[in-house]
Structure formats: structure tokens, C-alpha cells
């Protein structure tokens, strides 16, 4: 049977339900598993380790005659999708933000788990599986719309109620954006529901649903997905046991159903955009996210119920910019440790008009000081490799980041990567052992602030002069002596030395 019971008007969410099942259903023994990537430009269709990898897919298992779904789930964090189901004839469809992506091409290649499944309608094709088989041939490639940017978050599917944050970047390109929107997701899943009368026989009818609020930075303020599974039968006099079975029970196992939708409105407001969804590169907005469930029951009698409801939520927010406004595809950005330097590499495999990444480094993540410059390819249609080296790193935590800058001065702020140097070696305390004066070299000596000597019980016995980077120690016994050295950012390192007289 199928339904369709949505709270929202203006919105047209889609609903399906699996075969009804009796007590002695059994349990689901096959999975089908895939990944959901972005391909890089010049898309292939082929999934590689370093695309990226996108949450809040919506999967959906189908029955290829009945089109009822036999399972929906929605991709995490890794891409990764994961249906149960038993041993059928099926096919998958997958339902993805269409303002900012389409599909690459169907089975490019010959290796099934790295090759995007879905034809032009979002569609793989018709497959069988066997019980207790895992298959893992029908992941998904996405390409990004011209002139967009796509990001997604999801939160697992668990028992309800639950109550948490999907976290989503804002924009970091320049100009605005001149249009965002925001594409909802749930996946519903009740491995069982229950129903027992423990009164006189009489009919019945149960809705069993799951329900995801979702609290926007646009109106509609508050928007919600409800998707439920309606079931109906005949119950006869209670027989004694409450075991949702028998003469007077019923037991359905493994229902699904699903919703997805655009919610956001008026999202074209250069005042809506510049206030909720612009910042730097490490800026983000929150949608504050409610799962609950329900349960509706109509009949006679005295009916009871056993449902159990598992709520998976996601939400990608599409940010369109103006022809040109992209100059860059980045694919990847890394740094690494090279003896006391940073080595920062990336790539893009697309660039129209792109004149020069600038370097910048940060601390903490608020204030920016710009390193270098690297020219840009300007007009590139292939992989393009490219390097920098920050030779004095900070010492502590170092964050990176390219400002990917056109030839019309517009720009976008690529993610930000660390590298952590608080371990590095970089105090030279001379000489040691010593006698008369010991002298501290540091490669960043302009931030010390002071010196200072202390004996093995910890007591302070010497220290140096305002902006000296050496101390007397001609009043030191003989003796092992630990000699700190502070800085003016508030950090300090120790070093043992041997005084000799």
C-alpha cells in the first residue's frame, strides 16, 4: 500500500512502503553498499582516493515492477551508503541537490566499485542479489554545476528522539553569491511495528512515522520533513498474550519511507546572503536539527503498540555564483612537515582566468598574514601541480590556506590545513658546559622574551637583561642547571646545561 501524508504545502515530498510483512518475516540478510564522490574536472566517472566524498544522499532501493521502496538510507560522512534488504530483483535511485550537481556518465570503466552506477535519470540498473551477499557495485559520481559550489552534512541514523547540529561552510568567495539553497533529506527506518488488541475483535489502523524539524537561517524559519508507513488489518478477541501476535496482534518488520525537499526560500537577497552564508575560511553556519517519532492508531478496542523508528537527517546548502565568479578547481591542498619547513602542495585539474594563488597563514584562525605568491596556469583544462615553501613556520599550531585569486581581483579562500611545529627543535643553549656566560640561539630569536637559570630544587638563579639573549653565570656554583628560555607569545622551552668553574 502507499500513502502520502506531508505537513508541508507547498512542497510535494515523495513516500513509499515496503510489502507488508508477517511476524515470521525474515531478517534482512543482504547489503548493498557505495559511495557517493565529486568528480574532478574533467569528469571520468571513475572514483579516485582523493575526490571528495559527499554526505546526505538520498538512497533508495526500489522494486524494479512495483517501484515501492525496499530501503532508503542517506550517504555519511565518507560517502558511504549502506542498504539491508534480502535476496530480490531491485534497483537503486539516488536523489541529490540537482541545483548543484548532475550525474557523470554510467559505468566508464570496467571495476564496478569505483565506476558512478546511475544513468541520466538518477537510475542504476536493475540488479539481483542473493541472501547473505554483499554487493558493492553501485556508487554514485556527481559533477558540480557550472558556476557552484556544493556541501552537505549528514547526522547517522539512530533511535529517536535526538536533537543535534548539521554543520555546513559558509561561502568564502568573492563576490556574493547571487542565489542559495538548501536540499533536506531523511531516511526513516522501523525495524518493527506492533499492534495488539487486548479487547474485542475490531479493525484497525496504525501510522508509524518519523519526523525531522529543521531550524533554517532563511525563512521559512522552521521547516519540517514527515514521512510515515501506514498499515491496516483485522484483529480478533484478545488471546491472552501480549505478544503483538497470534489472534489478536500483528507484527510488520522493516518498513522504510523517506522525504526530501528545497526548503529554503527568498534566498536571492544580497542582505540574506551577506548576513547568514558569507565568511572566511574557516567560517560555518548551523542547522539545528529535532528527529522524533509518532504513532497514530484508529480501531476499537483497546490497542497497544510496539514501534521502533530510526531517523537519518541530512542537508547540503547550493551556493551559485555569477559566470566567472570560479576561477579555480581545486582537487587537493596538503602540507607537510619538511625538516624545520612547511611544503605545501596542491592541485587543480580546471582554471578559467585564474592569475595567482597568494599563501596565507594564521595561528588561530583569525588574523591572516600573506606569505607569497604563486602564479596561476590563467586557462587550464588538466592537472596542474603546484608548491610552496614557508621556510620559518611558527612555532605551535601553523594554519594554511590558498586565496585562489582571477584576473578581474575576484577571489575565493580554497580550506584550511595545519601543521603543528611545537615539537621542533629550535633552541641552541651555548656553549655547555660553561663558565662564564651562556648564550641562547633560537631561529626565531626576535620573539624572546626573557632568559632564565634555575638549580636542580627549582629556585630562580639567574636571569638575562631586557632584550639580551645571553646571562652571566660567573656567580653559578658547578653544578647541572636548567636553563628557560620564554617568549613573547607566551611559550617556553627548557634545556639542561653543565657549569664548570
Known amino acids: 500500500m502507499k500513502k502520502e501524508n506531508f505537513t508541508l504545502p507547498l512542497i510535494a515530498l515523495m513516500l513509499s512502503l515496503s510489502p507488508m510483512a508477517s511476524a515470521q518475516t525474515p531478517a534482512l540478510t543482504s547489503t548493498i553498499t557505495g559511495v557517493i564522490w565529486q568528480e574532478a574536472k574533467p569528469a571520468n566517472g571513475i572514483r579516485a582516493t582523493t575526490e571528495t566524498k559527499v554526505a546526505g544522499i538520498l538512497v533508495k532501493l526500489l522494486d524494479p515492477v512495483s517501484q515501492e521502496t525496499m530501503a532508503s538510507a542517506l550517504s555519511n560522512a565518507n560517502g558511504e551508503f549502506n542498504l539491508k534488504t534480502n535476496a530480490g530483483t531491485y534497483v537503486i535511485e539516488y536523489v541529490y541537490p540537482s541545483d548543484g550537481f548532475t550525474v557523470t556518465a554510467q559505468r566508464s570503466g570496467g571495476d564496478n566499485t569505483v565506476n558512478s552506477a546511475a544513468d541520466g535519470?538518477?537510475?542504476a540498473p536493475e540488479f539481483t542479489i542473493g541472501n547473505n551477499q554483499t554487493i558493492s557495485d553501485y556508487g554514485l559520481g556527481l559533477v558540480a554545476k557550472e558556476n557552484t559550489l556544493t556541501y552537505c552534512a549528514q547526522k547517522e541514523s539512530i533511535t529517536t528522539e535526538w536533537n543535534d547540529m548539521l554543520v555546513l561552510p559558509k561561502s568564502t568567495v568573492t563576490p556574493l553569491p547571487t542565489n542559495v539553497k538548501i536540499f533536506a533529506a531523511e531516511a526513516v527506518f522501523h525495524p518493527t511495528i506492533g499492534i495488539e488488541n487486548t479487547?474485542?475483535?475490531?479493525?484497525y489502523s496504525i501510522t508509524a512515522a518519523g519526523k525531522v524539524t529543521m531550524t533554517m537561517p532563511?525563512?521559512?524559519?522552521?521547516f519540517v520533513m514527515n514521512s510515515d508507513v501506514s498499515l491496516d488489518g483485522q484483529l480478533g478477541d484478545f488471546d491472552g498474550v501480549k505478544d503483538y501476535d497470534g489472534t489478536s496482534g500483528d507484527s510488520f518488520y522493516?518498513?522504510?519511507s523517506f522525504a526530501s525537499a528545497y526548503p529554503a526560500r527568498n534566498t536571492n537577497s544580497a542582505t540574506v546572503i551577506s548576513t547568514n552564508f558569507v565568511g572566511t575560511g574557516n567560517d560555518t553556519f548551523t542547522i539545528p536539527t529535532l528527529a522524533q517519532s509518532s504513532v497514530a492508531v484508529t480501531g476499537s478496542g483497546n490497542l497497544e503498540t510496539l514501534v521502533q523508528t530510526y531517523v537519518s537527517a541530512g542537508a547540503c546548502?547550493?551556493?551559485?555564483y555569477a559566470s566567472g565568479a570560479l576561477p579555480v578547481t581545486l582537487t587537493s591542498f596538503k602540507v607537510q612537515k619538511r625538516e624545520n619547513a612547511s611544503a605545501l602542495e596542491w592541485k587543480t585539474t580546471s582554471e578559467t582566468n585564474s592569475d595567482r594563488?597568494?599563501?596565507?597563514?594564521?595561528?588561530?584562525?583569525q588574523k591572516w598574514e600573506k606569505l607569497g605568491t604563486v602564479k596561476a596556469a590563467k586557462e587550464s583544462s588538466v592537472l596542474s601541480a603546484y608548491s610552496f615553501v614557508d621556510a620559518s613556520p611558527l612555532r605551535g599550531q601553523n594554519l594554511y590556506r590558498l586565496k585562489m585569486i582571477d584576473s578581474d581581483e575576484t577571489f575565493a579562500f580554497s580550506r584550511i590545513v595545519s601543521l603543528d611545529f611545537k615539537n621542533k627543535s629550535e633552541l641552541i643553549v651555548y656553549p655547555n658546559p660553561a663558565s662564564e656566560k651562556i648564550t641562547v640561539k633560537s631561529a626565531q630569536e626576535e620573539e624572546i622574551s626573557k632568559i632564565e637559570i634555575y638549580n636542580g630544587a627549582g629556585k630562580l638563579m639567574a636571569r638575562s637583561?631586557?632584550?639580551s639573549n645571553s646571562v652571566d653565570i660567573l656567580n653559578l656554583n658547578s653544578g647541572i642547571y636548567s636553563v628557560k628560555v620564554v617568549y613573547k607569545a607566551g611559550s617556553s622551552q627548557s634545556q639542561k646545561i653543565f657549569v664548570v668553574h
Open 121 to 123: 535519470d538518477n537510475f
Open 199 to 203: 479487547a474485542t475483535a475490531n479493525g
Open 218 to 222: 532563511i525563512n521559512p524559519a522552521t
Open 254 to 256: 522493516n518498513r522504510y
Open 317 to 320: 546548502v547550493v551556493y551559485t
Open 357 to 365: 594563488f597568494e599563501i596565507e597563514r594564521s595561528s588561530t584562525g
Open 465 to 467: 637583561k631586557e632584550n
